[in-house]
């Protein structure tokens, strides 16, 4: 499996996921790629913003080595799924995508997690540390379905 995970800027919601998925297919011995990016250009190369990092180190998960990148639209061809963080991030994946094949692999992220569709995750730029705590925790949760639903 090959999973991307996108928000705007990658660099406090979508390297939290792609951290955490990592850590979860590590601990169930699964040998899937996972990424992420950002749709807009804003951050590129720089590290995951300190609470992000922070909230990360906090759960033992590394995420320091993690560098922005912009999405492409190359990524629709490595990728089997990209997940939209919110629904502004589905509505411009959505607008770059090619064919049916490349809309197919977008998927709102927290469509995974609640039976209510067309949920965001809230974006915490804006906000304090416990925005982040709140970010990691529904993170955790929507990364936890993913790897369950593999595997049932
Ligand atoms: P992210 O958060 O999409 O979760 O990485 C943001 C980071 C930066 C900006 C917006 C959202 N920005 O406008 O610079």
Redesign the pocket.
Known sequence: MKILFV?????????IAEGVLKHKCHQSKLDWIIDSA???S??IGEPP?KS?HLICEQNGIDISYQR?RQFNESDFKKFDKIYA??TD?YDTLIQKANSESDKSKIILLLDELYKQKGKS?K????GGFDDYED?FEEINLVCEAIINKHFN
């Not at 928000?7 to 390297?15: K, Y």
């Open positions: 928000c705007i800027g990658n660099i406090c919601r979508s390297p950002g749709t807009h804003y951050h913003h992000s922005a963080f919110a991030v995750v974006d915490p730029w804006y970010v």
